[in-house]
């Protein structure tokens, strides 16, 4: 939907009213490089997509919140944000709100919210870090208090920890909250220290495959992982007495000291680890010398290992990213998001999309019986308020 069909679409669902409609939009991401290291502390390379999720608000004069998606309405009053949790999509927005409540800054009225996402949900693309950081950030703006993209990451991701009940880590969020267009996000989970780096592509486009495999097995597998992980790094503290992440050790300390984890499959855990975190480097290094082979290689490398040594992808990604590197002019492929499921992303000449799409989406339903679907991506901005010109679609003017 556009502006102005958003527009209608509020005043359909909400009425005149008399404050102004103003617009937000937060993207979605995709973690280039860099697959379950968040949560052991290491770096990861995310960057901001330009499809999201849009959020249209309005003050009202009472307590009442009102919230609905393009599909679904639903209210409460403020007071009653504590206690509204409900297994739906609303838990996310009422997740932030609680939270911006605990952190001191409450809603001091209601408020008429609308939403449209342009993300695939289960894609593994963050929409629902998308639509916590919307909120959080058009609620920090309305409200008066002052913006701090960190903040907000961090308050969102408390809202899917605490609220929610998703123990996610804080790449997602941040990656939402701090994009910048045609730059990846380099950014060290443990400190939150981050920098943008240039992602020029001139010649290449990114290419999101979406397997549509349900991805039932994420959470029970992703929960196993951080305990497998927890497991290694309680073993490695016999070498390392002061190591508190699996991704504070570097490659020549691990291979000094691997001997130490007992079990085979948590070792196989932990080597992933140390070699993603090495690879996020390497692609920087790579990035900076516009070396997009060099990238690429990197990225199919990140998917073996993902598959390999982590397990945490499937036969449906396995096949589309087999399929994707047959196709001349892919420099690399590999899955991204949590796995089971998902999606892949390819770096793909831009002479080359129009082939890759085609024949990787028939090779890929042959085989596995399932449609592909695929979105060509550029690299967008993080959250913001959208320009004037669609506050005046809004009012109808």
């Known amino acids: 939907m556009d502006a102005r069909q958003l527009a209608a679409h509020f005043e359909e669902q909400y009425g005149s009213g008399e404050g102004e409609v103003r617009f937000f ?10 697959e379950h290291i968040d949560y052991n502390g290491g770096y990861v390379l995310p960057a901001a997509l330009e499809f999201g999720t849009t959020l249209l608000i309005r003050p009202r004069s009472d307590r009442m919140l009102r919230l609905s998606s393009t599909n679904f309405p639903y209210q409460l009053t403020i007071d009653e944000t504590a206690d509204a949790k409900t297994g739906e999509w609303t838990d996310y927005p009422v997740g932030v ?77 941040f990656a939402v909250a701090n994009g910048k267009q045609d730059h990846a996000i380099l950014l060290m989970c443990d400190t939150l220290e981050f920098k943008h780096v240039p992602f020029r592509t001139e010649g290449y486009k990114l290419v999101i495959g979406n397997t549509n495999k349900r991805r039932g097995l994420v959470d029970s597998k992703y929960n196993e992982r951080r305990a497998q992980c927890d497991e290694a ?37 932990a080597a992933h680890v140390i070699a993603e975190n090495e690879r996020v480097l390497q692609s920087v290094e ?75 989406g028939e090779a890929y339903q042959r085989r596995t019986g399932l449609p592909a679907e695929f979105y060509v991506c550029s690299v967008g901005d993080g959250v913001k308020e959208q320009d004037s010109g669609n506050k005046l679609a809004a009012k109808g003017e």
């Open 97 to 173: 709100i609680v939270e911006l409540a605990k952190s001191g800054r409450a809603l001091s009225r209601g408020y008429d919210i609308l939403v449209h996402g342009d993300i695939p949900n289960g894609a593994g693309l963050s929409s629902s870090a998308s639509l916590e950081v919307a909120v959080a950030y058009a609620l920090l703006t309305l409200e008066g208090h002052p913006i701090d993209r960190t903040d907000i990451a961090q308050l969102s991701q408390r809202a899917e920890n605490r609220f929610v009940g998703v123990n996610c880590g804080i790449m997602d969020q």
């Open 233 to 269: 790094v309680q073993e490695l503290r016999q070498g390392f007495p002061d190591l508190e992440l699996l991704a504070q050790l570097d490659a020549a300390g691990y291979e000094a000291k691997k001997h130490l984890i007992q079990d085979e499959v948590v070792r196989k855990r």
């Open 25 to 34: 939009h937060a993207p979605g991401r995709v973690n280039l490089i860099g």
């Open 286 to 360: 790579a990035l900076q010398q516009h070396d997009l082979e060099r990238f690429g290689q990197l990225m199919i490398a990140s998917h073996e290992s993902l598959r390999d040594l982590y397990e945490v992808s499937c036969e449906e990604l396995d096949v589309m990213v087999e399929e994707a590197l047959r196709i001349e002019g892919t420099a690399g492929s590999r899955m991204t998001g949590a796995g089971f499921g998902g999606c892949t992303v390819s770096l793909v000449k831009e002479s080359a999309v129009s082939r890759f799409i085609e024949r990787v």
